[in-house]
């Protein structure tokens, strides 16, 4: 079946750092990947997605790129803020049956000022 | 935001008593989830459906059971709860599944004491 692995966290940052959590995933077919961050005490929130080898999804700085030869879609940015201190959901999604997301166990991300 | 309420926002209850969790929509999305989110395990997929009366079980559906008489509601019910069920459940919806956005509710955090 499919399933999603993440680095496990907390992952503790200063202000600008550079950030990178890895995502490595296992899935027959040609899934659709995705990131998705929950801020505390809401619900999750679609950060991007990239729906075929190559693609690059992006959004508020924050990149990842869908390596079909490596099962991966690592998410970075450049600079954080503060202000991205949430949890960190890599997830896939196959395009039959169900049709349902499939997530990682999440990583927290704090930024220190 | 996209529409969709989760009712209630927490509850307490005792073993072995019944508890539904109601999920409404205002999109006339045809996808709807009910996930649970528990440390380490990122969310998992309780049960989904597809349309109206049309359900089906995901990986952690053992003691839950759905219904979907209407698009806007679907709900969650636990049959006899346990104090394994303690956790923080999110309900989403999509409007084609596979590789659209979904969108999830606030959640219900359900303690079984």
């Known amino acids: 079946g499919n399933s999603v692995t993440q680095m496990e966290g907390p992952v503790t940052l200063s202000e600008e750092a550079f950030l990178t959590i890895n995502c490595t995933y296992t899935?027959?077919?040609?899934?659709?990947l995705f990131w998705y961050v929950q801020y505390p005490g809401e619900g999750l929130q679609l950060l991007l997605k990239?729906?075929?080898?190559?693609d690059k999804g992006s959004n508020k700085g924050f990149e990842a790129t869908y390596r079909k030869e490596t099962t991966s879609f690592h998410l970075e940015k450049g600079s954080v803020q503060v202000s991205d201190s949430a949890v960190y959901f890599c997830?896939?999604?196959?395009?039959?049956?169900?049709?349902?997301?499939?997530f990682g166990s999440g990583t927290r991300l704090q930024v220190q000022p | 935001d996209a529409g969709i309420t989760q009712s209630p926002r927490h509850k307490v209850t005792e073993t072995g008593t019944p508890v539904t969790l109601r999920c409404h929509q205002t999109?006339?999305?045809?996808?709807m989830y009910w996930y649970r989110q528990d440390p380490g395990h990122g969310l998992r997929l309780i049960h989904y459906?597809?349309?109206?009366?049309?359900?089906d079980k995901g990986e952690v559906s053992d003691g839950y059971s759905v219904s979907r008489s209407k698009t806007e509601d679907f709900l969650l019910t636990l049959e006899s709860a346990t104090s394994s069920q303690t956790s923080v459940y999110f309900c989403?919806?999509?409007?084609?599944?596979?590789?659209?956005?979904?969108?999830f509710g606030q959640g219900t955090r359900l303690t079984v004491v």
């Open positions: 997830a896939l999604s196959d395009d039959t049956g169900r049709r349902a997301l499939t």
């Open positions: 989403a919806i999509s409007e084609t599944g596979g590789n659209t956005e979904a969108f």
């Open positions: 990239a729906t075929k080898a190559d």
């Open positions: 899935a027959t077919g040609y899934p659709s």
């Open positions: 459906s597809y349309g109206v009366k049309d359900t």
């Open positions: 999109e006339n999305h045809r996808y």
